[in-house]
């Protein structure tokens, strides 16, 4: 028997390409722009959502039925809260200097449009299991262009990844700088990053043309 | 016929039927009509018969910028070897600028860019044409002119090679090719550079050929540029003359210095109706103004000779005109027929602003020496809201004559609304 149904997979598999929330709905840009100059605050942060929101969608699924409409954000945004906290709190704990250069943007996932936006689109309409699936599938579609634009930033903004030079030392001028390279200042300010995700989507949408808006 | 005699313009157009639906074809098409008309008219409707078409309006262009390209060939090599040499103290036009030892540093330094620019471009110009399969665009022709002609001479060839493919797709071929771009895309490639390479881009060094080389050594070379002197507050160690900074003698970007042709340029440009001369009054106008009130705060005794700004708010105020970018930007970047406003009140706006802004940024923010290309992309990005407004304005105009005209029959008002819905 297969692990999850062709359905559920789906859940998992569809905001990966053909739904992705930051490409196809273009929600959570924010965070994309302002967190994605290293790999490694993208993958922390790709992490960090991908805990709230699969969690959230649970506990939300779990009170649907008895959450009154009229103040359903509200309680939304105290278990979105909550989850954030506790994201907050562990990173200070275990990874200081990294919560320091995510610094509000951690605060700021309450604000991210994807979470609010699966709550009131997936988790208040379904059961607890399919919710889950539905917050890892968006988390990891978020995640997954925040580690293709952190790479593409920090590879020729810094000439790092994940801290670790690979393409030689610029000081000294070794590896690729030996020859004249220089790293490129605009990839680490945040307007590279909206090109960036400009270019994913410009190559997403001509790959499949179906994906493509109407005007 | 034989073979032998057919002309080249005849045997261009029969190898044209062997591409017709090929693949291939918008590029050849691309060179077959840069050289001749094409065989093709229009076969119904009416015809317009016009000579200006878009090959011959980027031409002209071109033509007011070769001047200001052999004097920057020229002066590339004066600016080498007066920094090294000294200025020569008795300066003769022949015996100590137009040289072949000055115009050999152009031929090396120049020249790569410019090919650089063109190559790349207009390589990227023929991919996107085969890609979508449209004809290839002239859009580049000028942009590939300006590009080297608005860069530090000592630009790597690679990082240039990087900023217009940058420039040219992003600034161009996403929003849909030329006419379409709401940045201009030589200013946008600047931006580019500027913004990844701060370190190539401005300085002292990067304006004359080979200071970064013999930076730090025994016989280091500097090529700090008037605006770098002023921001520095040390307006009084520059050597340069009123004529000087008129006729180009002065270190700057490659072709941004000599002043006087680009006035030339710029008035055969209003004269072969190709640019506004609105812009170029209206931008003149602005940045006089900014100029004059910085001196009139000056002369106030507002801002004190120990400021930062007291430099550049103390020079004189048409003099800002005659240094920089600002009469380069003017003449060839601000009255780009795509980017800037289309209507003419408009263009008196957008002008104005252009001038008022790129002096402001120039004296205000240290970061930026020069701020001509910031304050043309700014206004750019509102030309069209500009034009907007201006439609706008003209259209309430309008419907207030007509309601106020007596002969109307009864239900115009109600039919002046209707329109002033649809077009608004």
């Known amino acids: 028997m297969a692990l999850l149904t062709k359905k559920d997979a789906s859940l998992i598999t569809d905001p990966l390409a053909d739904n992705n929330p930051i490409t196809i709905q273009v929600l959570g840009i924010c965070s994309a722009l302002a967190i994605t100059a290293e790999l490694k605050a993208s993958v922390v942060m790709a992490i960090s959502v991908l805990f709230v929101l699969s969690v959230g969608n649970v506990v939300i699924s779990l009170m649907r039925n008895i959450i009154p409409s009229k103040i359903r954000i509200i309680v939304q945004l105290i278990v979105v809260a909550t989850l954030v906290i506790i994201v907050d709190q562990v990173l200070k704990a275990f990874a200081y200097e990294l919560s320091k250069t995510l610094s509000v943007f951690v605060g700021l996932i309450i604000t991210n449009c994807i979470i609010m936006g699966r709550f009131e689109a997936f988790a208040l309409g379904n059961g607890p299991w399919r919710s889950f699936l539905d917050g890892i599938g968006n988390a990891l579609g978020y995640g997954v262009i925040l580690v293709i634009v952190g790479f593409f930033r920090e590879l020729l903004g810094s000439g790092t990844l994940f801290g670790y030079p690979v393409l030689g030392n610029p000081i000294e001028k070794t590896g690729l700088y030996s020859i004249g390279y220089e790293n490129n200042g605009f990839m680490i300010i945040p307007p590279a990053a909206l090109i960036v995700v400009g270019i994913i989507i410009w190559v997403q949408r001509s790959r499949n043309p179906a994906l493509v808006e109407d005007h | ?424």
């Open chain 2, 1 to 424: 016929m034989s073979d032998k005699r057919l002309t080249l313009k005849k045997r261009l157009h029969i190898i044209k039927h062997h591409f017709r639906g090929k693949k291939m074809a918008p590029a050849f098409n691309a060179f077959h009509t840069f050289l001749f008309t094409p065989d093709e008219t229009t076969h119904n409707g009416s015809h317009v018969r016009a000579a200006d078409d878009l090959k011959r309006t980027m031409n002209t262009v071109i033509m007011a910028l070769v001047p200001v390209l052999v004097f920057s060939m020229f002066n590339a090599g004066y600016q080498h070897y007066s920094a090294i040499n000294g200025f020569p103290q008795n300066f003769s036009l022949m015996d100590d600028f137009l040289t072949w030892d000055n115009f050999w540093i152009g031929i090396i330094k120049v020249l790569p860019l410019l090919v650089v620019s063109y190559g790349v471009g207009l390589l990227v110009e023929f991919i996107f044409a085969v890609i979508k399969g449209h004809e290839v665009e002239e859009g580049y022709l000028v942009t590939g002119m300006l590009v080297p002609l608005i860069v530090p001479i000592d630009t790597p060839l690679w990082m240039l090679a990087v900023a217009v493919v940058f420039g040219v797709v992003i600034g161009k071929e996403v929003f849909g090719g030329t006419g379409m771009n709401i940045l201009n895309p030589a200013l946008t490639i600047r931006a580019f550079l500027f913004f990844a390479y701060p370190t190539w881009m401005s300085g002292d060094k990067v304006w004359v050929y080979q200071a970064v080389e013999r930076a730090g050594g025994p016989d280091a070379i500097s090529g700090e540029t008037i605006l770098g002197y002023l921001a520095q507050n040390k307006g009084a160690e520059m050597s340069y003359s009123v004529s000087d900074m008129f006729f180009g003698f002065i270190p700057g970007s490659v072709g941004e210095t000599p002043t006087f042709l680009i006035l030339l340029g710029g008035l055969f440009l209003i004269f072969s109706k190709i640019a506004s001369w609105r812009i170029m009054l209206s931008a003149v106008i602005g940045s006089l103004v900014m100029g004059l009130i910085f001196n009139g705060v000056v002369d106030q005794g507002w801002i004190g000779e120990t400021s930062k700004f007291y430099g550049l708010m103390s020079f004189p105020f048409w003099q800002h005109l005659i240094v920089g970018g600002l009469a380069f930007g003017i003449v060839y970047m601000a009255t780009d027929p795509v980017t800037g406003a289309q209507t003419n009140r408009g263009k008196w706006f957008y002008g104005f602003f252009i001038g008022f802004l790129s002096v402001m940024i120039r004296v205000f923010n240290p970061a930026y020496p020069e701020g001509v290309f910031l304050a043309i992309l700014l206004m750019n990005v509102f030309a069209p809201t500009i034009d907007h407004y201006v439609v706008r304005g003209n259209i309430k105009r309008r419907m207030k004559r007509l309601k106020n005209a007596t002969i109307l029959p009864k239900d115009s008002e109600g039919k002046a609304n209707e329109l002033q819905a649809e077009t608004v």
